[in-house]
Nanobody, 126 residues
Framework: QVQLVESGGGSVQAGGSLRLSCTGS????????MGWFRQGAGEAREGVAG???????TYADSVKGRFTISQDNAKKTLYLQMNSLKPEDTAMYYC????????????????????WGQGTQVTVSS
């Protein structure tokens, strides 16, 4: 059974940095595309960054120049390096993957992802 497990969240002051990790496991773990999404309290889920089937990254305008998505296929891990964090970045962060019968739609469309992690909380204080 495929699983995604996020880690690396925490509490930081504005201007600080965090690196989130998302590690995949399971015999069927062969993602075509992956992404990071976030959801603040009382807010809709939004796409943060994604990598397509060719590994090309895409970012939400709100994080461009501050966040970097990367992946280490040997470690089955997706990363999100977050720099210059702002209070408005406070949210639960989720990684997602398209595996098997999922569909890699153009980021930030999220309905094609068929595997999701449990989330990791990021809190940025001013």
């Amino acid at each position: 059974q495929v699983q995604l497990v996020e880690s690396g969240g925490g509490s930081v002051q504005a201007g600080g940095s965090l690196r989130l990790s998302c590690t995949g496991s399971g015999s069927g773990y062969r993602p075509y595309c992956m992404g990071w999404f976030r959801q603040g309290a009382g807010e809709a889920r939004e796409g943060v960054a994604g990598v397509d089937i060719d590994g090309v990254p895409t970012y939400a305008d709100s994080v461009k120049g501050r966040f970097t998505i990367s992946q280490d296929n040997a470690k089955k891990t997706l990363y999100l390096q977050m720099n210059s964090l702002k209070p408005e970045d406070t949210a639960m962060y989720y990684c997602a993957a398209v595996i098997g019968r999922g569909v890699c739609y153009t980021f930030p469309r999220s309905d094609g992802y068929n595997y999701w992690g449990q989330g990791t909380q990021v809190t940025v204080s001013s």
